[in-house]
Every structure is written in C-alpha cells, then in structure tokens.
C-alpha cells in the first residue's frame, strides 16, 4: 500500500509522455476525441494515469475537455498557425540570444552533441518521416537546453507552454510537405555561433528561420483540403485507422 502513490505519479509521467508524443507525431490527430476509458483500454496504464496525463495535456493546451463527452485533441486552424508563429517570431530569437550568451559550457556541449547527432539521424533514419521526426526532436532538444540556459523562469515556461504545438504543426506537414527540408539545427552557422557565443547572430538567424518557415508552412497549409473548413486535417488521417482512444 505505501507504494502506491510514487507508482501512481510513476504511471501518471508515462501515460502523459506517451499521449504527448501521440499528439505531436499526429498518430492522434487534431480534433478527434479521446475517452479515458478508450486511453486507459488502449495504453493498459489505467484510468487514474490516464486522467491525470489528459489534466496536464489540457494545461498544455494540447487538449480540451468536452462536457459529458470526454477530451478532443485541440483542433489547428490557419489562423491557430499564423498566430503561433506570430508569437514564436518575438520569442525563438530571444531564447536562442540569451542561451548561446548564458548558458553553461556543459549547456553548449549539449547543444554541440545535437548538431553532430544529425548525420546518425540520416543513416538510421528507415523512412522519410521517421528522419522527420527524429529531427523534429533534435530540434526540440536543443531549444529546451538553450530556454534552461536562459535562466528565466517566464521564458522557459511560456517555451514550454508553445512547444508542443510547435513540434505537432511540424510533424504535421514534414512528413508530406518538408522532407527534403533542412532543419534549424542542420544549418552550417551554428556551430560557430555556439563556439563564440554569438547571441546576436543567434537571434538573426533563428528570426530568419522563422520567418521562412511561417511563410512556407501557410503555403503549404492553404492548399490542403481541409483548409477549406475551419479545421486542418492530416491529409494521411483519411487512410489510418481511428485511434482506440475514439
């Protein structure tokens, strides 16, 4: 019995990494609904995790209870991107300054690893959207380590708060769209950056790098059928599956 509670908070934290990773991979897509009961059947993790992982998921923003009919994985519009991207533009470039000029040299040895992680990412990579995703997650790694190195409690949690919507609209258009695409970590310029700790190059580019990206993902997004509603759909959903958390 007095084991109970850290096995509790012990399958709480799986159940909420595994649906987390679920909503940004797009395994669960935008919009559709999710029952505790479906998770908990689905996962074998049990309701009590699973009600616990959808609270933190919903603080998250990455999901909204329904009354009397469960949760629904948080809808993407075209204005949920352009805004979302609007507010990374202000703070990416600021996180990327102050982590390259504040953070540790263990930090920046982090960040170094990350870059040269990415040959590996190509080779063992089977799929075009696996190696998306793998990038996707170097890309995460390494914007966690420098919001730490800021040492801002606001920043790193408003990052936190943006990052997983970040990573999902990725993840939701590289496979189909971007996979030829270099990511912001492949780029030449940031192993001098970190090396010389470069805060204003760092901004510049990560601001370049946004912007680019915004304009290319509303391209890509306007042409999408769903578009043509007020929701943005997978277009790989159509052909899957419904999820047992339905």
């Known amino acids: 019995m007095t084991d109970a509670p850290a096995d509790r908070v012990s399958l709480g934290e799986t159940a909420y990494r595994r649906l987390r990773a ?9 919009g559709q609904r999710l029952t ?13 995790p699973i009600r616990d992982a959808l609270t933190r998921l ?5 999901v909204k209870t329904v009354p009397r009919k469960g949760y629904r994985v948080t809808p993407l519009t075209v204005k949920t991107v352009d805004d979302l991207f609007m507010l990374w533009r202000i703070i990416g470039p600021e996180i990327a300054r102050l982590g390259v000029e504040q953070g540790t040299p263990e930090q920046l040895e982090q960040v170094k690893a990350l870059f ?8 063992r990579a089977t799929t075009a959207g696996e190696e998306a995703l793998r990038r996707i997650e170097v890309a995460n790694a390494t914007f966690d380590v420098l919001a730490e190195a800021t040492d801002n409690d606001y920043l790193i949690g408003l990052y936190h708060r943006l ?4 990573s999902r609209i990725w993840a939701l258009v590289y496979e189909n769209e971007l996979g030829t695409t270099s990511s912001f970590v492949e780029e030449n310029p940031w192993p001098d950056i970190v090396r010389h700790r ?5 901004a510049d580019y990560t601001q370049r790098y946004i912007e680019q990206s915004h304009e290319r993902i509303l391209q890509i997004l306007s042409r999408w059928p769903s578009v043509m509603s007020s929701e943005v759909i ?11 958390g339905a």
Request: charged share 25%.
């Open 22 to 30: 679920d909503i940004i991979s797009g395994r669960l897509a935008p």
């Open 36 to 48: 505790e009961r479906g998770l908990a059947l689905e996962t074998g993790l049990g309701i009590s």
């Open 58 to 62: 919903d603080h998250d923003g990455l």
């Open 116 to 123: 040269a992680s990415i040959p590996d990412i190509r080779q």
């Open 163 to 166: 990052s997983g919507d970040m």
């Open 198 to 202: 470069d805060g204003t190059a760092a």
């Open 234 to 244: 997978p277009i790989r959903s159509a052909d899957q599956p419904h999820s047992p």
